[in-house]
């Protein structure tokens, strides 16, 4: 069955310090990745997508994440996290080539950062 | 430019009540989705549409049913509420799926339902 793992359920850090919140999907043969985050009490926004092309895609408030094929994986990166950071980090992935929009969500990261 | 609005933003019912979420899109998208969001769970999709006068099953569809009334609301309904629906609810809408479904879907703001 197709998934979307978030290795992570809580992951606290320091601000200014980097971070790391870790995605790994099962085995296709392509797919559509993606990384939302939901502030309290609101919807989720896109941070960034990968769809084709290079395997580093960047995204909004500075943060990146990589593609890595050989690994199944999608992790999202921040050299340097801010307060305002602190929010819930969900990754999501379309599988296969059919388009059929429908996305799949990992878990759920809760990113805490701490003054 | 409201973007995707959901009424209401939260609602208690009784084991059995009905109700009907209501969502609009202002994007002029063609997609819209349901989801629902449980804690340690992510969101998991219950119904979509992807154009006007269509709908199709999500990987939650049980005890739901949907309306894609037009272009812009997609409502969703419990015909008789349980527990287990407990949940927040999103809707969501995308350009288009059909040829492009790696668009970007953009959330409304959610409808906090518990059912007694």
């Known amino acids: 069955a197709q998934s979307v793992t978030q290795l992570d359920s809580q992951v606290p850090v320091f601000e200014e310090a980097p971070v790391e919140l870790r995605c790994n999907y099962s085995?296709?043969?392509?797919?559509?990745l993606f990384w939302y985050v939901q502030y309290p009490n609101q919807g989720l926004q896109l941070l960034l997508k990968?769809?084709?092309?290079?395997?580093l895609v960047k995204g909004i408030n500075g943060f990146e994440a990589e593609f890595n094929k050989s690994q199944t994986s999608f992790h999202l990166r921040k050299p340097s996290v801010h307060i305002s950071d602190t929010a819930e980090y969900f990754c999501?992935?379309?599988?296969?080539?059919?388009?059929?929009?429908?996305?799949?969500f990992g878990q759920g990261t809760t990113l805490q950062v701490k003054p | 430019n409201a973007g995707v609005t959901q009424t209401p933003k939260f609602q208690v019912l009784k084991t059995g009540q009905s109700m009907t979420l209501q969502c609009a899109q202002d994007?002029?998208?063609?997609?819209m989705y349901w989801y629902r969001q449980d804690p340690g769970m992510g969101l998991r999709l219950i119904y979509y549409?992807?154009?006007?006068?269509?709908?199709d099953k999500g990987e939650v569809p049980n005890g739901y049913n949907v309306s894609r009334l037009n272009k812009r609301e997609f409502s969703l309904r419990l015909e008789s509420a349980a527990p287990s629906q407990t949940s927040v609810y999103f809707c969501?809408?995308?350009?288009?799926?059909?040829?492009?479904?790696?668009?970007?879907?953009?959330f409304g703001p959610g409808t906090r339902l518990t059912v007694l």
């Open positions: 085995s296709s043969v392509s797919v559509y």
């Open positions: 999501a992935v379309i599988f296969g080539s059919s388009n059929t929009g429908k996305l799949i």
């Open positions: 969501a809408s995308s350009e288009s799926y059909r040829g492009g479904g790696a668009d970007t879907q953009y």
């Open positions: 990968y769809l084709s092309g290079s395997t």
């Open positions: 994007m002029n998208h063609n997609s």
């Open positions: 549409s992807a154009s006007e006068g269509t709908t």
